[in-house]
């Protein structure tokens, strides 16, 4: 399996500018989540589905950031517009419900 | 919430040397998570362990989930072992994880 597929690696773009994120899961898992790491605050959780179905998105920090996944096999987190707070390290992630998580290689999103 | 503390924040150490990762948590666990993030950033999954003990290779973990902590031990260390260990929890009802602040882990040649 090739495991959490996220593109793209790297982003840079300019604030005010949309930014959309995409995420492949592991066939298969039918949990998926979407974290955000950065220094002042770590890895914290934005989102996360089950069954495709929006769980708990108490993490998402504001209406700029919306994120959906209109099915099994694909999810992306759009951010519009962009700031450079929103800079940070975005994961996805997936689990067969309430087993082990595996994480994608991440993307580096850096507003300017 | 659930929170999360592990300790120490950061270990030096040299090559060849043991350690001891631990982490405490404030309430029942269903899943218990540790991960290595290394140099470049990826997040690679070390052992899903909530209670019990695992080994694999260098590594070993041991998880008391009635006394709310876990062990991650590494020994004899190597330079590639260099890198941020996270601990990762959800509890019963949700399946979140919460991330402790991690372990930043150095090893010197």
């Known amino acids: 399996d090739a495991g959490v597929i996220q593109s793209p690696r790297h982003e840079v773009t300019e604030m005010g500018q949309e930014v959309t994120l995409r995420c492949k899961p592991i066939s298969g898992h039918n949990s998926l989540f979407w974290y955000r790491q950065t220094m002042m605050r770590g890895l914290e959780l934005l989102i996360y589905?089950?069954?495709?179905?929006?769980?708990?998105d108490s993490g998402m920090p504001e209406d700029r950031f919306s994120a959906k996944m209109p099915n099994a096999s694909f999810s992306t987190l759009k951010i519009q517009p962009s700031e450079p707070r929103d800079s940070a390290v975005y994961f996805c992630a997936s689990s067969i419900t309430r087993t082990e998580a595996f994480f994608g290689q991440g993307t580096r999103l850096t507003v300017v | 919430g659930i929170q999360v503390e592990q300790s120490p924040p950061d270990l030096i150490l040299q090559e060849g040397a043991n350690s001891t990762l631990r982490c405490n948590f404030s309430?029942?666990?269903?899943?218990l998570q540790w991960f290595h993030q290394n140099p470049w950033g990826q997040l690679i999954n070390l052992f899903y362990?909530?209670?019990g003990t695992k080994q694999n290779g260098r590594l070993s973990a041991t998880t008391v989930a009635t006394e709310r902590y876990s062990l991650l031990y590494i020994s004899s260390s190597q330079t590639t072992d260099s890198g941020v260990y996270f601990c990762?929890?959800?509890?019963?009802?949700?399946?979140?994880?919460?991330f402790g602040t991690g372990t930043r882990l150095t090893i010197i040649p």
């Open positions: 990762a929890v959800s509890n019963f009802g949700n399946e979140k994880l919460t």
């Open positions: 362990i909530p209670s």
């Open positions: 309430d029942s666990v269903n899943n």
């Open positions: 589905f089950n069954n495709n179905v929006p769980i708990d």
